[in-house]
C-alpha cells in the first residue's frame, strides 16, 4: 500500500516531540517541549495532545505513529513508561486513537528507532541489523529477513541486558554484569564518580569495547552485519567510542558469515524519535493491511 | 495448505538418515547408515540416495526435507559440511530435486531441530523459543514471533559463538569464550584432558552455567522465554546440567519479559533430525505458496 503523511509523536523521559512526517520522511509541524513533571496521567496526556498541535489538522495524514519509553503491552495498548511515573498502566493507544480518530500504532522508542535508520537512516536498505541506544538505559530493536523482531511481550532488541562482564557489576534488574550495567550513563557515574560527559578515554574505550562485545555476540548468534549506535553515551563519546566497539567486532566476530560486521553511529540525529514514530505507524498500517513488511 | 507425507534427510558428519514423515509426525521407512568415509562427492551423494530407498517410491509425497551440517548457501542451494569433506560446495539441492523429482528443501540441523521440536517436541505450541544443540559443536535456531529466524546468510541462531568468558579460552573461529570454545564436546576435553562422557560434576556445573549465561544473553535480548537443548552433551550430562543451566537462568533473567524463561531438554531423542528435515520442507512448501507460515 502507498503510505501517506503520519502524525508522529515522541514521548520521553525528558521531552516530548510532535510532527507531521511526509512519504518521504519529511519532518514539519514540529513541535518540542519538556516533559510535564506530573503524575497526573491526564495532565500528562494533555502535555502530548499539545506536541501535536502543529500537525493534527493538517489533511494528507494516513494515521498516528508513536515511540515511548517501555516497558509496555504488546502493541502499546498500555504503556508504564519507566521514566515517566504518571502513566502506569495507562491505555496510550485506545486514548490518542479515540482523540485523533485515526488508526494509532505505538511500540517502545528503540524498536521505533531501528525502523527509522532501517526506513531513512544508517541502515537504509539493509534487511539485517541491530539499532542500539546507549543513554540513560541501554536498549535496541532488531530487524531480521527484513522484519522487525517482536518477541513474545514485545521487547526484542533488549541488548542491554546480554551480559558482557560475568559476575560484573549489579543491574537494575537484579543480574550481573549487563552492558546496561557497565556502559548506560548512569552506571558511568556510578562507576566514575563523574559524569559519563566527563569521563577519561580509558572509561570511553572500556564502553565502547563492552557494547562491542555485547554486539560481537548479537552478530555471531544472528548473522546480522550491521549495529547502528546512537544515544547520548554512544554519540557523545563519539569515534574513540566507536574505534573500540568496532576493534572488538574485529576481534570477536570471525566466523565466515559475522566477519566484516560493522557498527556505525545513528544517522537521523534530533529527528530521529519522530521519524521512528511514522515507521511505527507505516510498519502498522502495511501489517494491517496484509502486505509484506519492508522493515 | 495441507502438507501430505515428506521424505526426510537427516545428513550427518557420522551417519545419513532418511525416512518418510507423515503429516502428524509419524516416522516410516526408516534406513540409516554411516556416511560413507570417502573424498568423492557422487559417492556420498550416492549412499544419500541410499537411506532413501526405503521411502522414495512411495506415494503421497509432497517434497523433500533435508537437515545437512553447515555451513551452506542460504537455501542450502550448495553446501559444504564442516564434518564432511567430501562435498566443498556441493549442489545437494538441485542434486536431489533432479534426482527425485520432488520439490526440494534444505537447510542446516539446528535450524531444522528448531523446527522439529516446535511441531512436534519440547517447544510444541510456542510461538518464541530457540532449540540448541552441545555436541561437537554448539549450534541452534530460533523461532521468533512464530517464524524461523534466517539472518543475512541464513546462520541466525549460532548461539555458539555467544562470548561467555570474556578472554576466556581461543575458539576454532579465532574468537576468545565463545560458548563454543567452553562447553562443546572436544572442548570439555581438551579443557579437562578426558572425554567429555567422563566429565566431573564440576565440569558438568560449569557447562550448564555456561549454556545457561549465553541462553540467559538470548532471552533478554529475545524476549523469547524457552530454551530447548539436545546434543550429546547436554544430554549426556543429563539433570545436573539442565539444573545448573536453570540455576544461572534464573540469575539472569530478571526483567520482567524474562524473569520464569526454563531451558529444558530436546525432546523428540533419535528421530528429531528426520522429524526437523520434514520440517525444514513443510516450512519450505508454506512459504512458496505465500501463507503465513506456522513455525
Given at each position: 500500500?502507498?503510505?501517506?503523511?503520519?502524525?508522529?509523536?515522541?514521548?520521553?523521559?525528558?521531552?516530548?516531540?510532535?510532527?507531521?512526517?511526509?512519504?518521504?520522511?519529511?519532518?514539519?509541524?514540529?513541535?518540542?517541549?519538556?516533559?510535564?513533571?506530573?503524575?497526573?496521567e491526564n495532565a500528562l496526556f494533555a502535555g502530548v495532545?499539545?506536541?501535536?498541535?502543529?500537525?493534527?489538522?493538517?489533511?494528507?495524514?494516513?494515521?498516528?505513529?508513536?515511540?515511548?519509553?517501555?516497558?509496555?503491552?504488546?502493541?502499546?495498548?498500555?504503556?508504564?513508561?519507566?521514566?515517566?511515573?504518571?502513566?502506569?498502566?495507562?491505555?496510550?493507544?485506545?486514548?490518542?486513537?479515540?482523540?485523533?480518530?485515526?488508526?494509532?500504532?505505538?511500540?517502545?522508542?528503540?524498536?521505533?528507532?531501528?525502523?527509522?535508520?532501517?526506513?531513512?537512516?544508517?541502515?537504509?536498505?539493509?534487511?539485517?541489523?541491530?539499532?542500539?541506544?546507549?543513554?540513560?538505559?541501554?536498549?535496541?530493536?532488531?530487524?531480521?529477513?527484513?522484519?522487525?523482531?517482536?518477541?513474545?511481550?514485545?521487547?526484542?532488541?533488549?541488548?542491554?541486558?546480554?551480559?558482557?562482564?560475568?559476575?560484573?557489576?549489579?543491574?537494575?534488574?537484579?543480574?550481573?554484569?549487563?552492558?546496561?550495567?557497565?556502559?548506560?550513563?548512569?552506571?558511568?557515574?556510578?562507576?566514575?564518580?563523574?559524569?559519563?560527559?566527563?569521563?577519561?578515554?580509558?572509561?570511553?574505550?572500556?564502553?565502547?569495547?563492552?557494547?562491542?562485545?555485547?554486539?560481537?555476540?548479537?552478530?555471531?548468534?544472528?548473522?546480522?552485519?550491521?549495529?547502528?549506535?546512537?544515544?547520548?553515551?554512544?554519540?557523545?563519546?563519539?569515534?574513540?567510542?566507536?574505534?573500540?566497539?568496532?576493534?572488538?567486532?574485529?576481534?570477536?566476530?570471525?566466523?565466515?558469515?559475522?566477519?566484516?560486521?560493522?557498527?556505525?553511529?545513528?544517522?537521523?540525529?534530533?529527528?530521529?524519535?519522530?521519524?521512528?514514530?511514522?515507521?511505527?505507524?507505516?510498519?502498522?498500517?502495511?501489517?494491517?493491511?496484509?502486505?509484506?513488511?519492508?522493515?
Amino acid at each position: 500500500m502507498i503510505v501517506g503523511s503520519i502524525l508522529a509523536l515522541d514521548i520521553g523521559g525528558t521531552k516530548l516531540a510532535g510532527a507531521v512526517v511526509g512519504p518521504s520522511g519529511s519532518v514539519t509541524e514540529r513541535v518540542m517541549r519538556p516533559t510535564p513533571a506530573t503524575h497526573d496521567e491526564n495532565a500528562l496526556f494533555a502535555g502530548v495532545l499539545e506536541v501535536l498541535a502543529g500537525g493534527r489538522h493538517k489533511g494528507g495524514i494516513d494515521a498516528v505513529g508513536v515511540g515511548c519509553g517501555g516497558p509496555m503491552e504488546p502493541g502499546g495498548g498500555r504503556v508504564s513508561p519507566l521514566n515517566i511515573p504518571a502513566w502506569r498502566g495507562f491505555p496510550l493507544r485506545s486514548r490518542l486513537a479515540d482523540e485523533l480518530g485515526l488508526p494509532t500504532f505505538v511500540d517502545n522508542d528503540a524498536k521505533a528507532l531501528a525502523l527509522g535508520e532501517g526506513w531513512l537512516g544508517a541502515a537504509a536498505g539493509h534487511r539485517d541489523f541491530i539499532a542500539l541506544v546507549v543513554s540513560t538505559g541501554v536498549g535496541g530493536g532488531i530487524v531480521l529477513d527484513g522484519r522487525l523482531l517482536d518477541g513474545a511481550a514485545g521487547n526484542a532488541g533488549h541488548i542491554g541486558h546480554v551480559i558482557v562482564e560475568p559476575g560484573g557489576r549489579l543491574c537494575a534488574c537484579g543480574a550481573r554484569g549487563c552492558l546496561e550495567a557497565e556502559a548506560s550513563g548512569p552506571s558511568l557515574a556510578a562507576i566514575t564518580g563523574q559524569e559519563a560527559a566527563s569521563a577519561s578515554p580509558d572509561v570511553v574505550e572500556r564502553t565502547g569495547t563492552l557494547v562491542g562485545r555485547a554486539v560481537a555476540s548479537v552478530t555471531n548468534l544472528l548473522d546480522l552485519p550491521l549495529a547502528v549506535a546512537g544515544g547520548s553515551v554512544a554519540l557523545g563519546f563519539g569515534a574513540p567510542f566507536f574505534a573500540a566497539a568496532q576493534a572488538e567486532l574485529d576481534r570477536s566476530c570471525r566466523l565466515d558469515f559475522s566477519r566484516g560486521a560493522r557498527i556505525v553511529p545513528a544517522a537521523l540525529g534530533a529527528d530521529g524519535g519522530l521519524v521512528g514514530a511514522a515507521a511505527v505507524a507505516r510498519r502498522g498500517l502495511t501489517l494491517a493491511h496484509g502486505r509484506p513488511v519492508s522493515t
